[in-house]
């Protein structure tokens, strides 16, 4: 078949009710890829600017949770106000969350189920329906020919983010709902109060450790750091058991970290100290009145949780704040709480409180 200049009417409606011939259907197609003025005409007649708004809103993702609680309080950057025009869904659970908060603040009540982000059945309806007419159109006017002799490379889609489980889900509804970050019991194990100072104090200075200390750490070779000492020359870690076994120990080192080279067993505590070189004699740190430097080690099941959750959630600064407070890692959990302050401070600043 030999293609004319421009399409004829019945042509044109032949192909937008999908009822021309396979032959001359993929004919066409050809055509409508090369020809502007066609192209245009069968854009401005299937007017589909608004199913294209709906379509481009799902194929460009969502909102985070941050920017949706964000939204919910009234904050709306100019970009997420025009995304919540277009996406029905997002703007959907701004309302939700608007709705959840008021309740909560209303009167005490059980915790109220949060709506979870689903794909709608719509997406794949629209998608098909508009797949030969819209989105064809739509390629073709967005993305600039290739020059001749060079394909054009694919542009892949960022993966979806899945749904959180059923106990992540918990997690977030809890701190939420009660305003506050679960306290781990095993850190009345780990934190320890001063020491009382008996007989006179001593002449000599002493330096101050950094950490870990009263906290469980998800690494299994954690970076142990501490405060210089004056005109100390060398440094030793060592790092102990619960009987008080020494279980590794550093070389001497001039900088204020280290960081063990074999990994510490999962699920125990631990206690540390660190032993400087000042003029030929040694101090130690920590020394009384100051606690004694005692820090976990998470179990494994618990780390691969916690990882699992930042690879597939890592912009969920609620939940993540939740997971390492539960697992009794404070630090992490204060670092999440910083991040969520840049969004919704409000939460920040209340679930920050239940970290003292």
């Known amino acids: 078949m030999t293609q004319p200049d421009h399409l004829t009417d019945e ?24 020809c502007g003025a066609c192209r245009d005409r069968l854009y ?19 909102l985070e949770y941050d920017q949706i ?9 100019p970009e997420v ?31 109220i189920q949060m709506p979870a982000r689903s794909i709608p059945w719509r997406l794949a309806a629209a998608a098909a329906v508009l797949l030969a007419a819209v989105l064809t159109v739509w390629y073709a006017r967005q993305t600039p020919a290739p020059p001749p002799g060079i394909a054009a490379i694919p542009r892949p889609m960022a993966p979806a983010e899945p749904p959180l ?33 008996l007989g006179p104090p001593s002449d000599t200075k002493g330096f101050e450790l950094g950490g870990p200390i009263g906290t469980a750490v998800i690494a299994d070779r954690p970076v142990f750091q501490w405060k210089p000492a004056t005109g100390a020359t060398r440094y030793v870690v ?3 058991d619960e009987n008080f076994e020494r279980v590794v120990e550093s070389p001497a080192v001039t900088a204020t970290e280290w960081q063990p080279d074999r990994p510490l067993a999962r699920g125990r505590i631990y206690n540390w100290q660190v032993t400087a070189t000042i003029d030929g004699k040694t101090i130690h740190a920590p020394t009384p009145p100051a606690p004694e430097a005692r820090f976990q080690v998470v ?58």
């Open 11 to 34: 042509q044109f409606a032949q192909y937008r009710t999908r009822t021309l011939g396979p032959v001359e259907l993929l004919e066409v197609d050809e055509h409508v890829s090369h």
């Open 165 to 197: 489980s059923v106990d992540q889900n918990e997690a977030v509804q809890m701190a939420l709902g009660t305003h506050r970050l679960e306290r781990a019991p095993i850190l009345d194990r780990l934190v320890s109060k001063r020491e009382v100072l």
């Open 44 to 62: 401005r007649e299937e007017q589909a600017g608004t199913q294209l708004r709906g379509l481009k809103a799902e194929l460009a993702g969502h």
């Open 81 to 111: 106000a025009q995304h919540l025009e277009e996406c029905d869904m997002c703007r959907a659970e701004v309302d939700d969350l608007t709705q959840f908060r008021a309740e909560l603040n209303s009167a005490p009540r059980a915790p």
């Open 299 to 356: 179990a494994q099941e618990t780390a691969d949780r916690i990882e699992t959750a930042r690879r597939e959630h890592p912009a969920n600064h609620v939940l993540l704040a939740a997971l390492y407070a539960n697992a009794g890692d404070v630090e992490d959990a204060g670092k999440e709480l910083d991040q969520l302050s840049a969004t919704d401070p409000p939460t920040a600043a209340r679930l920050r409180q239940s970290l003292k």
């Open 69 to 77: 609680a964000r939204c919910a309080d009234g904050f709306f950057p």
């Open 238 to 240: 060592a790092v102990f």
